[in-house]
């Protein structure tokens, strides 16, 4: 059993950045961010696999950096360049299996057995 925190979220103005953490109690396979703004699908952000590998949404990259700490099971999420379509409730996730190490990716949701319990970003124009 894994237990994700996150924490990082705020209000910011377009343009802005903020950098969100998740603490997890224990290893995992691979690490994700998530979001979900009112009315719509919960979407991927990001994606980190235990040795460093990452994938990002075509809306985040140049924009988003995904990092980790392995010997501290800390995940980041900087955000930079904010826009007021990013506003969003943020979640991590985890997978601690081989299958979730293999795939990795924002598409197969169903392999991110762990999520926190999220965090709200709101930007403004």
């Known amino acids: 059993q894994v237990q994700l925190v996150e924490s990082g979220g705020g209000s910011v103005q377009a343009g802005g950045s903020l950098r969100l953490s998740c603490v997890s109690s224990?290893?995992?396979?691979?690490m994700g961010w998530f979001r979900q703004a009112p009315g719509k699908e919960r979407e991927g952000v990001a994606t980190?696999?235990?040795?460093?590998?990452?994938t990002f949404a075509d809306s985040v990259k140049g924009r988003f950096t995904i990092s980790q700490d392995n010997a501290k099971n800390t995940l980041w999420l900087q955000m930079n360049s904010l826009k007021p379509e990013d506003t969003a409730t943020y979640y991590c996730?985890?997978?601690?299996?081989?299958?979730?190490?293999?795939?990795?990716?924002?598409?197969?949701?169903?392999?991110?057995?762990?999520w926190g319990q999220g965090t709200q970003v709101t930007v403004s124009s």
């Open positions: 224990g290893a995992t396979s691979c």
């Open positions: 980190i696999r235990s040795d460093g590998i990452t």
């Open positions: 996730a985890a997978a601690t299996d081989l299958r979730g190490w293999l795939r990795c990716t924002m598409v197969a949701q169903g392999d991110y057995a762990y």
